[in-house]
Antibody, heavy 116, light 108 residues
């Protein structure tokens, strides 16, 4: 059974950098795209970007100027970095596997609060 | 850019009733690129339907998807109390993923 687990600080100060890591277990890391999606309190789902196991990426234009998603295949992990955060970046951040054109496995989510 | 509009915003029905959820795209999309998710409060979304009408592994057959072009539907044939959730549709476009705003299903 494939499992994904987000990890990282739950509190980030405004203007600083949000960093999260997703660790995959129980399945192959190769041959899939891996993605980050967030959900602001009481709101819908917002796609941030995805990375292929090879390291190639694609980002939501809304985040492109301040986001980086990278992979570490040796650790079966991929990571999210979001720069210059504001209170509007407070959200639950999910990592997920992209099977073909849909997300079939999701992490449980990590709440990140942006506050001084 | 594809935008997905879901309706109604909230659906309040009794157990055993049929729920019909709509997802409308602002331009025609390929059915293969349309998926539905269920999000129970406090949990991550769960894949229900992919390619507009294929059920994901382990999804009960009371959930079904249909549609083409710009109009897609998720139907729950006989509501059960555990179906209380928000349901999202999702499109995989040209290197962009888009979600609808969600429909909340409440069981009376």
């Amino acid at each position: 059974q494939v499992q994904l687990q987000e990890s990282g600080p739950g509190l980030v100060k405004p203007s600083e950098t949000l960093s999260l890591t997703c660790t995959i277990s129980g399945g192959s890391f190769s041959s899939y795209y891996w993605t980050w999606i967030r959900q602001s309190p009481g709101k819908g789902l917002e796609w941030i970007g995805y990375v292929y196991h090879s390291g190639s990426t694609n980002y939501n234009p809304s985040f492109r100027s301040r986001v980086t998603i990278s992979v570490d295949t040796s650790k079966n992990q991929f990571s999210l970095t979001l720069n210059s955060v504001t209170a509007a970046d407070t959200a639950v951040y999910y990592c997920a596997r992209v099977r073909r054109r849909e997300m079939d496995y999701w992490g449980q989510g990590a709440l990140v609060t942006v506050s001084s | 850019e594809i935008a997905l509009t879901q309706s109604p915003g909230t659906l309040s029905l009794s157990p055993g009733e049929r729920a019909t959820l709509s997802c409308r795209a602002n331009q025609s999309i390929t059915s293969s690129y349309l998926a539905w998710y269920q999000q129970i409060p406090g949990q991550a979304p769960r894949l229900l339907i992919y390619s507009a009408s294929s059920r994901a592994t382990g999804v009960p057959d009371r959930f079904s998807g249909s549609g083409s072009g710009t109009d897609f539907t998720l139907t729950i044939s006989r509501l059960e109390p555990e179906d209380t959730a928000v349901f999202f549709c999702q499109h995989y476009g040209t290197s962009v993923l888009t979600f609808g705003g969600g429909t909340k299903v409440e069981i009376k």
